[in-house]
């Protein structure tokens, strides 16, 4: 199979690694001189199938398999678009696009044409949430009731991707709860199979803003007479991790003159207090099923770690994971207090590759889905749409303080998309 990579940042190179170990990335499209020449050499790719811009790329027709889209999100729609009238399947991060109207073109565009679009929703395919999926199917606990579900961030992570970073503000990319955390509605709709009925959502940008920056703070970190003092600055976050994420995000030269010399000039170098970030820090939102089920999504940026935690109520026990922890508890309720638990720990097989190995078996998915015409996804575009609508519901029940009913947006974006 010959794939063209559209997007060669963090993401899109781990997608590309793991296809190129049974397949050829063909081509590949990215504006950043450094990154496109690291991936080139990679992949060995020659220079008359490098490109600058997907313009360049799209204009010889169909010359390969399949795309990987992992550019921007507000690149994705006319970059999809374009791919799918050229007749691409495509392998397509998330989200689809911060626009749910947008989502749901590009679904209808790959049933007009035909094609196969595979959203990037990785935790679908990690033994930790499959296992949780299977335990849930089973019916040994019954039906499941409510669920408690938190994304925790990490600070660090906060500061570097959604206050730095470029997933800052919600006009360059996304609201945080559709560039974050589509992956966590799409993987609630899963577990409980079933769409949303009615949500509500509240948080804020509490925390990283200018009222909170330390007395005698700069611009920026290196110039900064309190950088001593405080846990955001740029050098803390970035030299002790050369060459691992997040600090390969900020230059390609990871010696600590080069990456010394890129805080010097660029976003990573700012004061977490005193950039033109908008995203919320923390958000709480409350769904409700069509089949009954309801949930409370937590994320936050004030974690010290990155990972997930999820506790599902049932009908005669309990579920509660920890990602991080690869484990997985599952009780069953007692007829009283002295009476012996039953208490049973799962831990689920250890999976190579980022995301709890969501990242490998996504790809494993999308490469059989080439080879296979009538194989099924776990992530197609048809099961994708639903997650990103929820996000984009989510967010809009922040903004306006109202409680928003599914079925009644659904009916209006579709208004929208064919009038």
């Known amino acids: ?83 799918l009238e050229l007749g691409y399947d495509i392998l397509l991060e998330k989200p689809i696009s911060p626009s749910p109207e947008e989502c749901m073109r590009i679904q209808e565009k790959a049933d007009e044409k035909g094609c196969k679009v595979i959203v990037c929703h990785v935790l679908r395919y990690t033994n930790f949430f499959m296992e949780m999926k299977k335990i849930i199917d089973s019916g040994e606990l019954g039906k499941v009731v409510t669920i408690q579900h938190n994304e925790n961030i990490g600070n660090f992570h906060m500061a570097h991707s959604f ?82 994420w997040p600090a390969a995000a900020v230059s390609a030269d990871q010696t600590e003159e080069g990456l010394l010399k890129e805080l010097e000039t660029s976003p990573y170098g700012r004061c977490v207090y005193r950039v033109d970030n908008d995203v919320c ?28 935690t999820i506790k599902i ?52 998915d999308f490469l059989a889905n080439l080879k296979t015409p009538d194989f099924s996804s776990r992530s197609s575009i048809e099961m994708s749409v639903e997650s990103h609508i929820m996000a984009y519901a989510a967010e809009e029940a922040r903004m306006t303080g109202t409680v928003i009913d599914l079925d009644e947006l659904k009916a209006k974006l579709q208004q929208s998309i064919t009038a």
């Open 163 to 244: 206050v730095r970073g470029n997933w800052r503000r919600s006009d360059l990319a996304s609201p945080i709860i559709m560039q974050k955390s589509c992956h966590d509605m799409d993987i609630l709709s899963w577990l409980v199979d079933s769409g949303a009925k009615r949500i509500s959502s509240y948080g804020s940008l509490a925390y990283f803003k200018e009222e909170n920056a330390p007395a005698g703070s700069a611009e920026r970190c290196l110039d900064c007479k309190v950088a001593a003092d405080c846990r955001f600055d740029a050098r803390k976050a970035y030299l002790p991790i050369r060459g691992q």
């Open 281 to 308: 820090d923390h958000q709480v939102t409350l769904i409700e099923f069509k089949n009954g089920v309801t949930a409370t999504f937590n994320l936050s940026g004030f974690t010290n770690k990155m990972y997930r």
């Open 313 to 364: 109520m049932c009908e005669h026990g309990e579920i509660r994971g920890d990602d991080t922890l690869n484990v997985i508890e599952v009780t069953r309720f007692n007829s009283n207090m002295a009476e012996s638990q039953q208490h049973t720990v799962i831990r689920p097989a250890a999976m190579d590759g980022g995301h709890n190995g969501g990242d490998t078996g996504l790809m494993i």
């Open 1 to 83: 199979m010959k794939l063209a990579l559209v997007g060669a940042g963090q993401r899109g190179m781990i997608y590309a690694r793991q296809a190129h170990q049974s397949d050829e990335i063909f081509a590949v499209v990215e504006p950043d001189d450094e990154r496109r020449k690291a991936a080139a050499d990679e992949f060995q790719i020659p220079p008359d199938r490098q490109f600058t811009s997907v313009d360049e790329f799209y204009c010889l027709g169909n010359i390969c398999d399949a795309i990987i889209i992992s550019s921007m999100d507000r690149d994705h729609y006319e970059q999809t678009m374009a791919a």
